[in-house]
């Protein structure tokens, strides 16, 4: 009997099924993200009885900019409904809200690499890697159902470094043959951004189709009309970026986080996994 395997809507938050928990289990600091500082495990003050927020369509304006770029993939309503079999933290023991909190941030961490599997078995270039990607898939979804107790001892940094090695890989088949002209002299290492110190970098009409951007600093560049097709951005930091007509589409390992903390506009072109923040509508 194959594995239970996440459906891609499991992936996404669904705040009707969860406790509230990325408002009570995470701490914040007063700052331009959150009006307040919150430590973990206490509720937020704006956190309401049936475990909605009571300022939900008012957060950027009462301060609260964190609480729209944050996405938990899906891990919320893993913890409360599966880890816990919805048993709710304000129910139930101290102890038993404790270790919920406890383990709410590795099953995120576990739903994120769930993200990045199911999207790379997306990528026909990938197919080589299929196999390894699928069989890591249903090892991260088994591991999502451990027990409490199995989850607070779980060494979760090795296991995304086993699944990153594949995530590379998979980069690396699915940006071949990708890109123009325009990276001619020095391609390789201009096709390799990794990590790279970008911040505030005026990259407006940039040609960077096919490039490696992952874990990149970003903060505040200028992207404006940029081509990123079939870019890779895992863990690149797009805070503030503006991506006011770019184009992302096919780019890969883009998480909404990512999308809801950067700047866009009704004509930027995001790959089918994001969908378009509300803010950036709004905002032009
Ligand atoms: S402001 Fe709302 S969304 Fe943000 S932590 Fe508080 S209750 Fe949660």
Known sequence: MPDQIADPSDLRADCTRCFGLCCVALPFARSADFALDKPAG???PNLQGDHRCGIHADLRQKGFTGCTVYDCFGAGQKVS???FDGQDWRTGSTEDARRMFDVFPVVRQLHELLWYLTEA???PAARPVHPEL???LEKTERLTRLTAEELAALDVAAHRQEVNVLLLRTSELARAGVGGKGQGKGKGRRRDRRGADLMGARLRGADLRGVSLRGAYLIA???TGADLRGADLIGADLRDADLTDADLTG????TQPQVNAARGSTGT???ASVSRPVHWTAAR
């Open 134 to 136: 699928r069989r890591a």
């Open 269 to 271: 072109r995001l790959p």
């Open 42 to 44: 206490k509720p937020c």
């Open 121 to 123: 078995l997306g990528l």
């Open 221 to 223: 560049a200028d992207l």
């Open 251 to 254: 780019a890969f390992f883009l």
């Open 81 to 83: 409904q599966v880890t």
